[in-house]
């Protein structure tokens, strides 16, 4: 049992993760720190947090688990305020996107306390922000990433893992630059793309005509542009070799594309799309 959770930043990954832990009967207070004041009232009024604290720093003390949910770009000041505060028990973890930006802010903001600090990154999410997004079930079957540090005790991390857990999430384990590796590939990439494509669109002077005919591949493709533009902004930054990358090989992909499509080569396109079809379908067997 967790005697004082400290959530800072309750939005959709913050509050989801007190709402899992509340109903799993793994905490007894919950405090909530943030920005906003209008979600943080929200966010007491829904049952999500106990107790708003005035600071981050005021709201660590006699803690036992601190969960960092804010944008990566805002985890070096939140790191930098609760190090002096924190209790010698204290762990404290986060939600990131990223892992080697927030390990490093750890490094240079905890000082001793570095061996406190547990990184992850649950591999769930939505579109919408904000406490009035948190779900209870938003972990549920979903996985979560820890990238521990050597200097992490055992034990510690096999707490977060367990906490997880009891959110209903899998836990897997690996280092923080094979996260940022994969994760550049998977997910950082394709919110660029969808990010791009929609702003190409909307920027026309017929925009309206297209996204009035727009079908659902149009909607498929281009869901996660609806995503928060602070947070990817922080995530494309603290990513920004691993996504770039991964945009050159996306680039020369639809370079060999475009090639293929002037010189009208059926062979050469369809074998491209047999290749991503099928291994589109491995992937998700239930896909259409
Ligand atoms: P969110 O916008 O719903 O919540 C973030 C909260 O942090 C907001 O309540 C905001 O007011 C607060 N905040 C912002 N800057 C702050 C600051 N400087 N100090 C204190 N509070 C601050 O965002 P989210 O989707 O819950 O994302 C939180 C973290 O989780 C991010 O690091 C993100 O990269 C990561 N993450 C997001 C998803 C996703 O799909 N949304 C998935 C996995 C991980």
Known sequence: ???????????????????????????RHIVGVGRSQANLRAALQQGVIDEVAGSAAAAVRGADLVLLAVPVGAMPAVLREIAPHLPADCIVTDAGSTKQDVVAAAKAGMADKFK???????IAGAENS?????????????????????????????????????????VARMNAEAHDRIFAAVSHLPHLAAFG??????GRPEADTYFRYAG???????????????MWRDIA???????LAELEAYIAELEQIRGLLARGDAAGLEAIFQRASRARKNWNPNAS
């Open 1 to 27: 049992m967790i005697e004082r959770l400290v959530i800072v930043g309750v939005g959709l990954i913050g509050g989801s993760f007190a709402l899992a832990l509340r109903q799993a009967g793994q905490v």
């Open 116 to 122: 406190q600090f547990v990184p992850g990154h649950p």
């Open 130 to 170: 904000g406490v009035a997004a948190a779900r209870v079930d938003l972990y549920q079957g979903r996985q979560v990433v820890l990238t521990p540090l050597a200097e992490n005790a055992p034990a510690m991390v096999e707490r977060v893992a367990a906490l997880w857990q009891a959110c209903g999430a899998e």
């Open 197 to 202: 494509l929609v702003d190409d669109l909307a």
């Open 216 to 230: 659902s591949g149009f909607r498929d493709f281009t869901r996660i542009a609806g995503s928060h533009p602070e």
């Open 237 to 243: 930054l603290a990513n920004r070799e691993a996504v």
